[in-house]
């Protein structure tokens, strides 16, 4: 194993984690500090990314090229849950299926920031970044 | 740099931009707050609002409060004291916030002691007697009529005097202002038009004090 592809490796899912922290911290800030309750859906996200921030740190010292293998299924459900929910808040899926309709609604305004930014779409990041780093990290590990 | 210290270091600045973002956050809601307030401070007191204490006091306390409501219950204690300090000096007002399912019962029973001016003792008793009837967030406001018999009230007069209509209205127009001005916990207090920076019976002590000094001097 070569010291260069290690680093490779290393960086790639450094970068994931870093991700999956400042998403944590930044889901954190919306429901602690400005106080907006997370919609159902949210919920599921954050129980699929929360697990990130402690698995990928756990795996990265000192690497464990098996960390991608259970980071993936946390950040592809969530991405699942995500796409869901985004198709629901554009409006694609009609009334009847939503999940929320009691309690806090998972499609109206108080999910977009400053005006034009949906968390949704935040997510929907986090969660394509994530899963595309850690594939890119796969293939360079040698067994 | 190793790559233990590249995580430590990440995990550390981030965790000090949470901070000082919340911190910031925090700061600015509260000027935000105060604003909204300013704009809006004909949404603070209406003439049927229930007032304790010196009527020419110039420091005035609005509390947003609900009969089941476990904090404002821990509260009272504390407003009564604070009313009792400064004697003369602060009055309370009090808005109906009863977001409790069943609550306006409560009002309802509060308007009518209201009437035969015993607002201030049924208050007491249902903030007393909450862990009886209102416990868990489920309030059973039929509950209180026991208590109020238990206690020697007037029971008959007291049912006499219920008008669910007019509190109705009275608990409509408290919400719209309660919604004016942002209030969706309760209790909420704002002292002479301030709210508290956090929640908590330190800030609210804090700010009461500052405001009597500022109306009243050193």
């Given amino acids: 194993m070569s010291a260069q592809k290690v680093d490779a490796v290393w960086w790639l899912i450094f970068m994931a984690w870093l991700i999956a922290m400042a998403s944590t911290l930044t889901s954190l800030f919306f429901s602690e500090v400005m106080m907006l309750e997370p919609c159902v859906l949210c919920w599921y996200q954050r129980i699929c990314l929360f697990p990130l921030a402690v698995i990928l740190l756990v795996g990265l010292y000192p690497l464990d090229n098996h960390v991608i293998k259970y980071a993936l299924p946390f950040a592809i459900a969530g991405l699942g849950f995500t796409l869901y929910h985004i198709a629901l808040f554009y409006g694609f899926i009609p009334e009847g299926l939503k999940p929320c309709t009691q309690g806090i609604p998972c499609d109206d305004d108080s999910m977009v920031l400053f005006g034009f930014l949906p968390i949704p779409l935040l997510s929907l990041a986090a969660f394509s970044a994530i899963i595309g780093l850690l594939l890119a990290a796969k293939p360079r590990i040698q067994t | ?20 973002a919340a911190y910031m956050y925090h700061a600015n809601q509260v000027v935000e707050k105060t604003k909204l307030v300013s704009i809006n401070s004909a949404a603070l007191e209406q003439f049927h609002s229930p007032r304790l204490g010196n009527p020419q006091a110039k420091v005035t306390i609005v509390e947003f409060m609900d009969p089941a409501c476990e904090a404002c219950s821990a509260f009272h204690g504390l407003v009564k004291q604070t009313l009792k300090t400064y004697d003369g000096k602060v009055k309370l007002v009090i808005r109906y916030a009863p977001f409790h399912q069943g609550s306006d019962k409560a009002v309802e ?17 249902m903030y007393g007697t909450q862990h009886g009837w209102a416990s ?44 004016t001005l942002q209030v969706n916990k309760t209790p909420t207090f704002f002292v002479n038009g301030k709210p508290l920076p956090s929640f908590g019976y330190q800030q609210f002590q804090k700010l009461v004090a500052d405001e009597v000094a500022a109306a009243y001097g050193q």
Wanted: no cysteine.
């Fill in chain 2, 1 to 20: 740099m190793n790559q233990k210290t590249i995580m430590i270091t990440t995990a550390l600045l981030m965790l000090m931009l949470f901070g000082g």
């Fill in chain 2, 109 to 125: 029973i509060l308007e009518a002691a209201r009437k035969l001016g015993k607002f201030s003792e049924v208050l007491d008793l």
């Fill in chain 2, 136 to 179: 868990h967030h489920n309030p059973q406001p039929e509950l209180i009529w026991q208590y109020l018999a238990h206690y020697q009230f007037d029971v008959a007069a007291l049912k006499r005097n219920i008008d669910k209509d007019a509190t109705a209205r009275l608990i409509a127009i408290d919400l719209a202002d309660a919604n």
